[in-house]
C-alpha cells in the first residue's frame, strides 16, 4: 500500500515541477502566458500556408488588422518581415512597454477599411 501511494505522489510531483517551456513572441519578444497564446499561419490557410506560428493573441490580431491576407502570403510570410514592416514597429514599441498578458482588441486599419466594396 505505501508503495502505491509512494509512487503516485512522485508521479504528481515530477509533473507539477515540470513547468511548460516558456513560449517567446517573435513579434514583440515578450513570453506569451497560455491565455494568451495564438496559433497564425505564417501564409494564409485560404492561400495554401501549413505553417504556424504562436504569436501574442494582441500581436496576432494586429497583424490580420493592418495587412490583407495577399501580402501576408506575398511580402510578409515570417516574423522578421513582420517585425520590420514599417506599420508594425510603432505596435510593437508600444505593446513591448505593456505586461505579457495583457490584450486590447485590435482595429481594422483605415488602409483596409477603404478598400472593401
Known sequence: MIGKIRRKLCTIQSTSQQKETEVICPICERPIPPSQKDAHHLAPKSKGGKTT????RICHRQIHAL???????????NSDALRSAPEMQRFIGWVQSKPSGFYEKARKSSRLKDKRP
Do not use: S
Open 53 to 56: 506560428q504562436y504569436l501574442h
Open 67 to 77: 495587412f490583407t491576407e495577399t501580402e501576408l502570403a506575398i511580402e510578409l510570410n
